[in-house]
C-alpha cells in the first residue's frame, strides 16, 4: 500500500549573522516585513566553533522586534547549562550539535521538558546516522553545508547526498529538514528536491541592505524551493 505524507512546510529562516549588528531590531523587523517565517539565531561560542557570535540577552533584545518563530542553532559546547537561558530568551526552536556532546539524547530531552522544539544539526563531516537512536526525540534536523563558524562561506555539495539520507530516516515523521550554509537561489532547488523544507540564508538575504532587497532575495530562494517542489508560489 503506498501511503501518502503531508510535506512539511517551505519555510526561509534569514540569518541575522548576517545583519547590521549596529541596528539588530530594526533587521529583525525588516526579514519579517520581507516575508521570513523564521527567523534564525546563530550562538557562537569561540570553543565549539571559532568564531563568537551573540548570546541570550542578544536574543532577548530582539525578540519584541517581531512574533515570527526564533530557530536557535547552538554552535557552542557544554550547550546543557545554556539551554534554559535560550528558552526564556523567547527561542522556540533550540538546535544543539551532535558533535558537541556529551550527552545529545539527554539535551534533546531538557530541551523538549522546556517546552520548546527540539533540533540536531550535523557537520558535513557527520553522518545521517548520528541522529538513528535520537528519532523520537526531535522537531527538526539542521544539515550544515558548511563548516559551522562563519557565513559566507562556499556551499559544500555533499551536503546534498546527506538530506536525501536524512529525508528517508524521518519518513513520515513531522520533522523539518533544514539546511545552512552558502544557500541561494542556484542551490535551493536541488536542495527541496533531495528533501531539505527549511532553508537558512545570510548573505544571500542580506545582500542589498533594505527591505525591498530582503524581499526580493527571499522571493528568489523561496521561487527556486517551490519549483523543485512542483508548487505554485
Ligand atoms: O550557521 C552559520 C554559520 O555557522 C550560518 O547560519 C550560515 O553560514 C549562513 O550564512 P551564509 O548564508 O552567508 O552562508
Redesign the pocket.
Known sequence: MTQSFTPRPLIIAP?I??SDFSKLGEEVRAVDQAGADWI?L?V?DGHF?PNISYGPDVIKAMRPHTRKIFDA?L?IAPCDPYLEAFAKAGCDHITVHAEAGPHLHRSLQAIRALGKKAGVSLNPATPASAIEYVLDLIDLVLV?S?N??????AFIRSAIGKISDVRAMVAGRPIDIEV????APDVAGQLAAAGANAF?????VFKGGTVEAYKTNIAAIRHAAAEARGEAI
Do not use: E, K
Open positions: 540569518s549573522l548576517a534564525h546563530d557562537m566553533v542553532h554552535m550544515m558548511v559551522p563558524g562563519f557565513g559566507g562561506q545552512d550554509g552558502g544557500v537558512v540564508a545570510g548573505s544571500a
